[in-house]
């Protein structure tokens, strides 16, 4: 059974609509709608949030089916050993140091606004002066300090995540193959061009 399928057995246990457990967790129906049909897939967080709305355990919704493997490797590291240059460089040299002869494609990743930052948008929008956009800026700065890349070796795949403190790397149980692509609450694009 996929993750997407045992997200809906549950949902459907606890007698909720997919519109509820959106509500219930302040995201989108889509995103739900995503989960299940296992085109998109949910964050750590939200995996947390589910398991604990839907009364099931993560190791259930992540056992045999699940796109990214439940091993998540955290290391933190020191920015400044590896060399000057904006920190995008660095972190592309710490890549390289961590992946020698791996095909690695830089993501952009974008956070999606959850339903209730959607509402204030428009309210902030219609109401005010202040242009549309102003919760997706915060998400953009809050996240700054965040590269991702999905990195190719051995016939495998993985996503990484390196912030200015640590790269958190998940290997991928399936291969992504679009150039768009949603883990989560985030949608991601691959860059084209590859890190040297």
Known sequence: MTLGEKIKEA?????????????????????????????GLPDVDNLKLLAQFLNVSIDYLLDDGDVMDEHVIREPYDLSQYGTGIKKRKKDRLINEKFPDA?????????????NEKILDNAIGFLTDAPFGIPALIHS????????????KDGKQFFVLVTDEFIETRRLRQHITEKKFEIGNWQFLKCSYEVK
């Not at 509500?23 to 049909?37: C, D, P, V």
């Not at 095909?103 to 339903?115: D, P, S």
């Not at 700065?141 to 190719?152: A, G, M, P, S």
Request: charged fraction near 30%; include cysteine.
């Open 11 to 39: 949902r459907k246990q606890c007698g909720l609509t997919q519109e509820q457990l959106a509500e219930k967790m302040a995201l989108s129906r889509s995103a739900i709608a995503k989960w299940e049909s296992n085109t």
């Open 103 to 115: 095909t690695i494609h830089t993501l952009l990743g974008n956070q999606k606004l959850t339903k």
């Open 141 to 152: 700065l809050r996240n700054v300090d965040k590269e991702f890349y999905l990195i190719e």
